[in-house]
């Protein structure tokens, strides 16, 4: 028990399951969950003040987002992501987007790619707001959605499953620092290219972006070990 801030979970149009799920994900980026322990269903129930059922539903969720995973008889052990994880997960991600946002560059409508803007606008705004639940998830749609429009469906599932396994990894130091603001606004310059069909330059800019991204995961790192 107290493992958990007190929370509000109840609204009328969302599924306690998925709340708890949405509440479970704020306290792993918090850093209220720790990394490697293990945390039962029962025991995170009495937290939130509710039954365990939906609480053993919103972690099985989160086991195959690779965010935790069951352990027997015990209940489910937060994921642990280290530098070797990391830089491979970087390396596929580079492989397929960067070649991708040139090749939807020269071939995406323009209503297509400016429909992004305002995802761009809300991956500022969250880091700017300290809002790290709302930065996922904008930055989320906005690199998905870019993906999408090469139609590969495949290659976009790809890409979401890795974003899963490293997305929480050092957030909550970076944004202590505030270095999540130029990494956000790094989406909007790379949508500019895109829209001007720079196909090049847009290319050079989201393999900057993802290396930035793996250096501020780097210093996060660092900054839980000091």
Same mark, same amino acid.
């Given at each position: 028990m107290g493992h958990l801030k007190q929370r509000t979970l109840i609204t009328a149009t969302e599924r306690l399951r998925?709340?708890?799920?949405?509440? $479970?994900?704020?306290?792993?980026?918090?850093?209220? $969950?720790?990394?490697?322990?293990v945390y039962s269903a029962p025991q995170l129930?009495?937290?939130?003040?509710?039954?365990?059922?939906?609480v053993r539903e919103a972690m099985l969720d989160l086991a195959r987002e690779g965010l935790v995973e069951p352990v027997r008889n015990k209940g489910f052990r937060v994921t642990e992501v280290n530098e070797r994880d990391l830089d491979q997960y970087t390396e596929i991600r580079t492989l397929i987007e960067v070649p991708t946002t040139g090749r939807v560059t020269r071939t995406a409508a323009r209503e297509d790619l400016e429909a992004l803007r305002p995802v761009a606008e809300e991956i500022v705004r969250a880091a700017r707001d300290h809002d790290l639940i709302g930065y996922l998830e904008a930055d989320r749609r906005f690199h998905l959605t870019l993906l999408a429009l090469s139609g590969n469906e495949r290659l976009v599932e790809t890409v979401g499953d890795l974003r899963k396994r490293s997305r929480l990894y050092g957030l909550t130091a970076l944004d202590r620092r505030g270095e999540l603001i130029p990494s956000a606004e790094e989406h909007l310059e790379l949508l500019d290219l895109m829209l001007a069909g720079d196909a090049e330059g847009a290319e050079q800019c989201m393999a900057r972006h993802l290396g930035h991204v793996r250096s501020l995961w780097a210093k996060g790192s660092s900054d839980k070990d000091s």
């Open positions: 998925d709340q708890v799920a949405h509440a $479970l994900r704020a306290a792993l980026i918090s850093g209220e $969950l720790h990394p490697g322990e129930a009495e937290d939130f003040g509710i039954s365990a059922t939906p």
